[in-house]
């Protein structure tokens, strides 16, 4: 079945940092999405990109549409403590399918 | 406040128990969704309740039994589960909708909070 591959797993930075992560896939995907899930809570949409080539921003954060379709990449400028949790990818092949879940990635923030 | 509301937030179960997990969304969606988060894993979708049909996962056991009353409201119910059904059980709804009379769009779910399950 169709997989992403989300990286890296985890980061451990120092707050002012910026961040970057990003989902693969082997297929093609129509839209991705990003959502975070701060502990204790479910997931939150951050981002939702629709067109190769897409650049969205929502705030301190920025996400990418890959141009081949296969990829999508998040950056989130000057960390602060209220960004730590968990980053997920999603992607859709088609708006009549289920999305496809990276793992995630877990930001920690260094005091 | 996301209007997902998920009740209980903990539950400790032994395998011979019978429990329920409640979700309510207060969203005015026409879709609900079960998913269970492991940690290190994508989420892994259950089932999926959207326009009164049911779309399930193939995968999930029979321990496992949704019932959507009705468009707001979406039970999980649970009967002799196994230490590996120990998990965050998250609700979520969306709103299906026609893109121009071709396709219904899906891809912004609303979360609840979660129900963490342990099976002793």
């Known amino acids: 079945g169709q997989q992403l591959n989300q990286s890296p797993q985890s980061m451990f930075i120092q707050e002012g940092e910026d961040v970057s992560m990003n989902c693969t896939s082997s297929?093609?995907?129509?839209?991705w999405l990003w959502y975070k899930q701060d502990p204790g809570e479910g997931p939150v949409l951050l981002i939702a990109l629709y067109k190769a080539g897409e650049l969205t921003s929502n705030g301190r954060l920025t996400a990418q549409f890959g141009i081949t379709r296969k990829d999508s990449f998040l950056n989130i400028s000057a960390s602060i403590p209220s960004d730590v949790g968990i980053y997920f990818c999603a992607g859709q092949a088609d708006s009549n399918y289920q999305l496809i879940w990276g793992a995630g990635t877990k930001l920690i923030i260094k005091p | 406040e996301t209007g997902v509301t998920q009740t209980p937030r903990h539950l400790v179960m032994g395998m011979t128990n019978k429990k329920s997990l409640k979700c309510e969304q207060h969203?005015?969606?026409?879709?609900m969704y079960w998913y269970k988060q492991s940690a290190k894993k994508p989420l892994e979708l259950m089932f999926v309740y959207s326009l009164e049909e049911r779309v399930e996962n193939n995968s999930v056991p029979s321990r496992f039994s949704p019932e959507c009353p009705n468009s707001s409201h979406l039970f999980l119910h649970l009967h002799t589960l196994q230490p590996e059904d120990s998990a965050l059980y998250l609700c979520?709804?969306?709103?299906?909708?026609?893109?121009?009379?071709?396709?219904?769009?899906?891809?912004?779910?609303?979360f609840g909070s979660g129900t963490q399950l342990s099976v002793l």
């Open positions: 969203l005015g969606h026409n879709a």
């Open positions: 297929s093609i995907f129509n839209t």
């Open positions: 979520a709804s969306s709103q299906f909708s026609l893109d121009r009379g071709r396709t219904a769009t899906n891809e912004k779910l609303f």
